[in-house]
């Protein structure tokens, strides 16, 4: 299985950006849990957004609620993030995650339960 994120960059404060996934080699894309985290240096890395791919389920962070939106394609094997209203504080490099449903027990922003990682994609604000 190959995540590979894209949309990265850096952008004003108000402004927006939207992150891409594609997922490679991975049977089951259409019943699982994707989502993306992010991580500054130091800090843990913490869940942002979770989508449920067969029925589309959505799940965000406190702190992003309103202002990212996380959308799938299950046709194009692809996550995506639209973040807008971008803050300083959204400044951190972006990892796209996926792992079985959530039916299976753990939780969408748990690192320890995340099956696969993407490389990541910087965002400063």
């Known amino acids: 299985v190959q995540l590979v994120e894209s949309g990265g960059g850096s952008v004003q404060a108000g402004g927006s950006l939207r992150l891409s996934c594609v997922a490679s080699?991975?049977?089951?894309?259409?019943?699982?849990?994707m989502g993306w985290f992010r991580q500054v240096p130091g800090k843990d890395r913490e869940g942002v957004a979770g989508?449920?791919?067969?029925?589309?389920?959505?799940y965000y962070a406190d702190s992003v609620k309103g202002r990212f939106t996380i959308t799938r394609d299950n046709a194009k094997s692809t996550i995506y993030l639209e973040m807008n209203n971008l803050e300083p504080g959204d400044t951190a490099m972006y990892y796209c995650?996926?792992?079985?449903?959530?039916?299976?027990?753990?939780?969408?922003?748990?690192?320890?339960?995340?099956?696969?990682w993407g490389q990541g994609t910087q965002v400063t604000v």
């Open positions: 995650s996926g792992r079985g449903p959530l039916k299976y027990g753990g939780s969408w922003n748990n690192p320890k339960d995340i099956n696969f």
């Open positions: 080699g991975y049977t089951y894309i259409s019943h699982s849990c």
């Open positions: 989508i449920e791919t067969g029925d589309g389920t959505t």
